[in-house]
């Protein structure tokens, strides 16, 4: 079964049958906007009480939404701002639709992981008093991805469920296989040979000493605390140590989730450019997925050029007939069509090459089909200004959800 059309693809389907829809892609190619769209059109369209989970540290999302600014703890999204959709798209909000937004705040995120599975709450005191902790909580590769997927899981976990359907924008990353790998990367940091090789004087006398790790480790270690200084390497040491009481729970909360995006009610959505890199990772995740079992849902590709219609073989004269150029002297004219002509082209040329890869695209994933139908693929074009507010998520959000599927306003 092939995808459908550009023109009829439509993410509707998908936004009423689904629970959880998690966005993909590398970063810079529209994952807020797109997750902040869908979220929208569900709370709007569909009368969904819908939570958009972000990670976007340039924090564009409070300003579309108009929420004061997006914290930790979930705020509601003014009711002003799903009636300015609907009035925008022409429609009928339906009843009942609500929409919230919480943005993750990895450092709390990190904490409450560690809350839940250190032994007991001295441990914990020592774990979150740690400077070492305090610094890589927020740093450490890995633990944003791991902090987002964890936040999801119990926030799916509620009951009864405060939401119909959540929307993850996952974290702006340069490869967003990182989303996936996250939590292997953490327990490999940790159990890594080196740490446990450096931990293990400490494990067994209780404390730190040079004098413990044989006369080469000693040699290493002894360089380099002359820039660290010996107290910084004890923090270390104390650490990875208590630490390493939690990653058993780590482990199995990664598990957990793998599970859960594993489940009928989860769907993921590719979101990418039409540049010729940002589809190829895109296809990339989607082998990913595939392997993993996890369902993909559809397909957003944003930015797209649009290819206008041909040039007139009197442009020329056509130009010459414009009120607003008479005056000029014939060789001005004649360098400005030239010029006009060349941009057009070179808008044409974009436009051509935008097209195959959205053609590359859709070979790779047309024979997906998913319980709501064939693979939506929706293409967003390249608009003349920046999104910045909730009238913009609504001109994207015709190119997600096309008119036509949608009921006239009475």
Known sequence: MSTQTAKDASLLPLLSARRI???????????????????????????????????????????????RALGHD???????????????RGITRAP??????????????????????ARDGT???????????????????????????SKLYDLAQVSPPPFDLIVLDTP???????????????????????????IKPYLQAGSWSLRLVGVGGAFVLRGLSRFVGSHFLQQMAEFFVEFSEVTAGFRERAEKVRTLLRKPDVAFVLVCSPEQLSVEEALYFHERLRRAEMPLGGAVVNRVHAAGPSLPADFSDVLHRQPALRGFVPEDLRRLCDDLIRTYDEQQTLAAADQAAIAD???HVGGISSPEGPLPLCAVPMFDSDIHDA???????????????LAPKN
């Open 391 to 405: 009238e913009g998520l609504a001109r994207i959000s015709a190119f997600l959800v096309p008119n036509e599927r």
């Open 21 to 67: 829809i998690v966005c993909v892609g590398s970063g810079g190619v529209g994952k807020t906007t797109t997750s902040a769209t869908l979220a929208l059109l569900a709370a709007v369209v569909l009368g969904r009480r819908v939570l958009v989970l972000t990670i976007d540290p340039a924090r564009r999302l409070a300003d579309a939404l108009g929420v």
């Open 361 to 363: 695209l859709r070979r």
């Open 123 to 149: 441990v914990r005191k020592r774990i979150f008093e740690n400077g070492i902790y305090q610094q890589i909580s927020a740093r450490l590769s890995g633990s944003h991805e791991y902090a987002a997927m």
């Open 96 to 117: 009942g639709g609500t929409l919230s937004a919480m943005m993750l705040d990895q450092k709390r995120a990190f904490d409450e992981i560690v809350e839940r599975y």
């Open 74 to 88: 979930i705020q509601r999204v003014p009711d002003e701002k799903l009636d300015a959709l609907a009035r925008r």
């Open 172 to 198: 702006p990353t340069e490869n967003a296989l990182d989303f996936l790998d996250a939590p292997d990367r953490i327990s490999q940091a940790i159990d890594s040979p080196a740490l446990q090789w450096f």
